[in-house]
């Protein structure tokens, strides 16, 4: 089977690097595109929790695009090239499959992350913390989960909820003597705390605390700018009184059974 397109598009890609191609592509470096490859990877997230297949056709494009381009710098680098990324993938997608690609027998999907986990320590001995190898660029609540996960994974775990719960009233009682202190850096470290705990509550229950967080923004968003179309004056003239029954207003009409609260 043959990729044609996906031929063209390596060509395109060497074209636009080339002498004979454009100024901004022959500036950029990996470092450049840095911002590029997040703000697309993020686009493409959006498609998919949009459900918009032909949005997501698009922003994987962008997503190729970049993969393309950096493997293209890397090859005018003397680094890499594309074949290479192709080559390395291949190669270990085949090893952490043996229930695929040999003869592992498996019985659950929790034997297969088990066997990926094993595999992928083996390939990167020189990991010797399980602290070792979380990304430094995703995400803070993205990097809790995944740190929180592998503390887990060695024993370090809450012996009950109700334990975890008593330890994140306490992180909010820290916070709240930092605050009568004035102390900003300890605010900061008791806020991190709060935050921390709360993602190993939310994995305590299975949630993924980063969609959970996106669900919330988004019903904010929804929620305020329900309030902007019922307003009767500029928000900014509105009352702390005023803002509560135009919130509960806007709640209403968009959940007319939901439970009204302040704020949430």
Not at 133 to 153: D, H, P, T, Y
Request: with cysteine; net charge negative; glycine share 4%.
């Amino acid at each position: 089977m043959s990729y044609p397109n996906m031929e063209e598009l390596i060509k395109v890609i060497a074209t636009l690097r080339s002498e004979n191609g454009c100024e901004w592509d022959r500036k950029q470096t990996h470092k450049s595109l840095r911002p590029n490859m997040l703000e697309e990877a993020y686009e493409a997230v959006d498609a998919i929790d949009d459900g918009d297949i032909k949005g997501l056709k698009e922003e994987l494009g962008d997503v190729l695009l970049q993969v393309v381009l950096h493997a293209q710098i890397a090859k005018d680098n003397g680094e890499f090239d594309i074949e290479d990324v192709a080559k390395e993938l291949t190669k270990k997608l085949i090893h952490r499959h043996p229930h695929v690609f040999g003869n592992t027998k498996v019985n659950s999907t929790d034997d297969i992350l088990n066997n990926w986990d094993a595999l992928k320590k083996e390939e990167k001995p020189e990991r010797k913390s399980a602290m070792d190898g979380i990304s430094k660029s995703q995400s803070a609540l993205m990097s809790a989960q995944k740190i929180s996960k592998r503390a887990v994974k060695k024993g370090f775990e809450w012996d009950s909820e109700k334990s975890l719960l008593d330890c994140i009233k306490s992180e909010y009682r820290e916070f709240a003597r930092a605050v009568s202190e004035g102390d900003r850096e300890h605010m900061e470290d008791e806020m991190g705390d709060i935050f921390f705990a709360t993602v190993n509550l939310a994995r305590w229950h299975k949630i993924d605390a980063e969609q959970a967080l996106l669900r919330a923004n988004k019903k904010f968003m929804t929620r305020f700018r329900k309030m902007e179309e019922l307003a009767v004056k500029p928000l900014e003239e509105y009352s702390y009184e005023e803002f509560d029954r135009l919130w509960r207003q806007a709640k209403s009409e968009l959940q007319p059974a939901a439970v009204q609260n302040n704020f949430i």
